[in-house]
């Protein structure tokens, strides 16, 4: 299995350009979550989803919006890019049903640099 | 509004030393999930939390939950220079019970063992 993938690994947008942050996982699980992790800093929630055609907001979602067509896939979107958007973006997914408490997985990061 | 602090944020220890990392939060939950990120890399699992007195070992690390005083440690026991990463705790917005399974993170602690 191959986990939490996403891509690109690295990428450098000029601000106003757009892209999409590829995110898929190959472990059936049904919730899916971004995150952005800036400098020195804990990892801070932008969207999830709880299944495919379902997603809502975390902590810090403005600037970005999610999709989810299929419980494998995840893409993010970011429209036009901020410096502010500077950041690692990482993808989570976890298996929650009633009575489960398994942990979230992580995927390997999208290091974003806006300029 | 959930707020969850670690300390100490930086600590350099001596390889056969003991010491604990501290998880504070500021409202209700019982679930709490330690991970550990070495650089540049992603998160790794180490422990789940899911009730008030829940003691977890693995190796060198042991974690501990204590709901009422909203606090959860984690002990390094005997510490070697494979232990050097940044911890994270996290927190789930959980409230009488229910998991929301959104994670609120802590700033982490970023560990050095010198040898």
């Known amino acids: 299995n191959a986990g939490v993938t996403q891509t690109p690994k690295f990428r450098i947008l000029k601000i106003g350009q757009s892209m999409t942050l590829q995110c898929t996982q190959d472990?059936?699980?049904?919730?899916m979550y971004w995150y952005r992790q800036d400098p020195g800093m804990g990892l801070k929630l932008i969207y999830y989803?709880?299944?495919?055609?379902?997603?809502d907001k975390g902590e810090v979602p403005n600037g970005y919006n999610v999709s989810r067509s299929t419980t494998e896939d995840f893409p993010l979107r970011l429209e036009l890019a901020a410096p502010s958007q500077t950041s690692v973006y990482f993808c989570?997914?976890?298996?929650?049903?009633?009575?489960?408490?398994?942990?979230?997985?992580f995927g390997d990061g999208t290091r974003l640099s806006i300029l | 509004e959930l707020k969850v602090e670690q300390n100490p944020l930086f600590l350099s220890m001596q390889e056969g030393k003991n010491y604990t990392i501290y998880c504070n939060y500021s409202t209700t939950s019982d679930r709490l999930y330690w991970y550990r990120q070495d650089p540049g890399k992603s998160l790794e699992s180490l422990f789940v939390?899911?009730?008030?007195?829940a003691v977890k070992q693995e190796g060198r690390l042991m974690a501990s939950l204590d709901t009422k005083a909203r606090l959860s440690t984690l002990h390094i026991t005997a510490a070697v220079h494979d232990l050097s990463a940044t911890y994270f705790c996290?927190?789930?917005?959980?409230?009488?019970?229910?998991?929301?399974?959104?994670?609120?993170f802590g700033t982490g602690t970023l560990l050095a063992v010198q040898p």
């Open positions: 939390l899911l009730s008030n007195g």
């Open positions: 472990m059936n699980h049904n919730y």
């Open positions: 989803s709880v299944g495919a055609g379902i997603t």
């Open positions: 989570a997914s976890s298996y929650v049903v009633i009575g489960s408490n398994q942990p979230q997985h």
């Open positions: 996290a927190v789930d917005r959980s409230a009488y019970g229910g998991a929301t399974n959104k994670l609120i």
